[in-house]
């Protein structure tokens, strides 16, 4: 089992849509979770971080966290083109330092 | 305000051969962290470094090490190159104590001839 999951996609979605993007993770002892969001040939970008259970937005972003179920998502509200990229979920336990990320979901927003 | 910053941006290096990439924080950042990306994965944590230590440690052969310099820019250095090494490698840099958020540089795209 690996240690963070995501879907590979690709996820299509209309423009105007919401975007639904899920990761589920392994280690229970996990504190900290991050979604980036990485343009084809750039780097990872974070774009939102959440800690504690319940619903975090942050403009057209809302990152969720259930960590009973050990789950993590990530909304895209009133997708754009520009949105199209692959989001990638990473988590870290604190104390240990390193993030910890899936494979990433690619997103695709058409016109 | 300045983001993190890596040289070179491409590099390419023969089987064998050695290679150091560079890396300053983002201002107000005093941790370092690197990670390597294959094609169509996410990134894999190589190490990290704080106060000119090495912290923590992935999964990754002593080919692979480290520095940090006293102003908190790193270099990573790869011995004995393999075509396997061939990535793009990103340093990311934090502030201890501020929620282990971490910022990626452009990164440095590497490949293995």
Known sequence: ?111 | DAGVTQSPTHLIKTRGQQVTLRCSPKSGHDTVSWYQQALGQGPQFIFQYYEEEERQRGNFPDRFSGHQFPNYSSELNVNALLLGDSALYLCASSFTGSGWEQYFGPGTRLTVT
């Not at chain 1, 040939?41 to 939102?48: A, D, F, R, Y």
């Not at chain 1, 789950?71 to 520009?82: E, G, T």
């Open chain 1, 1 to 111: 089992q690996k240690e963070v999951e995501q879907n590979s996609g690709p996820l299509s979605v209309p423009e105007g849509a919401i975007a639904s993007l899920n990761c589920t993770y392994s280690d229970r002892v996990s504190q900290s979770f991050f979604w980036y969001r990485q343009y084809s040939g750039k780097s990872p970008e974070l774009i939102m971080s959440i800690y504690s259970n319940g619903d975090k937005e942050d403009g057209r972003f809302t990152a969720q966290l259930n960590k009973a179920s050990q789950y993590v998502s990530l909304l895209i509200r009133d997708s754009q083109p520009s949105d199209s990229a692959t989001y990638l979920c990473a988590v870290n336990n604190l104390g240990y330092n390193k993030l910890i990320f899936g494979a990433g979901t690619r997103l695709a927003v058409h016109p």
